[in-house]
């Protein structure tokens, strides 16, 4: 027998063995570096959702860690706008003119209850992240302020158009429309009111975020910039939503 044969044998023969784990793939793979380099491959590639995926399996193996955590929630910011400008992707809700006569949501009910899921969930991990994160690195948190008010202010909007709690806004049947200039139309009455609640602590939670955005980066929300925008249309949508009676 040849003599790198013998060696090739004699090594598979050593206990724990696995001569070909080098052709595994990463889709059989519990080890955290390859899951979280794969993620950032494909958020490279423009794939944030099977980014999502492998981020998910990467905290399956270390819980709450900073690096995964954060890759998630930057992977789901990118599917909520389609990888494009946040400013881009939803301009109405940096608008400041935008019409009562208007819907604030163009998209599709499908569409909406995509967005909605991904919204919570970001709005989620950007709160987990927060609790986790030093807050040395001033840029780093400034972007997670930005992003987690943005999630928090998104399913706000989001949850107040799903009034039957389904998981899918702008239903014929839902019983509130937010409009365009951040304003509620009924269309029906007699809807349990907790959904509203729900959707109101989301607003305000992203008011806090937008809060602390103006200390740790204040050019962000200066006057006439799109952040500030939002704010007060955020805070004007609270109010309007205290309002509502079933």
Known sequence: MPRCSVVLLLLCLLPGCNFFSWAASVDDSNDYDLLVAEARAHMSAGSPEKAVDYFSRALA???????????????RLLILTDGRSVYTAFPRLFATNGSASENLFTDQPPRLGLLLATSLAAAHDATVLDSLFSHTNTARTARLTADAAVANGLTALLL??????NGIPGEAGDPILPGADFGIRLNTSGFAPAFVDTARGHAQAAILWLGRLAMAAPLSMATGTPLSAFRRSLVRFASNLSEVRP
């Open 61 to 75: 193996i270390r819980t709450n860690d900073i690096q995964a955590l954060d890759g998630r929630v930057e992977a």
């Open 160 to 165: 107040a158009a799903d009034g039957n709690t």
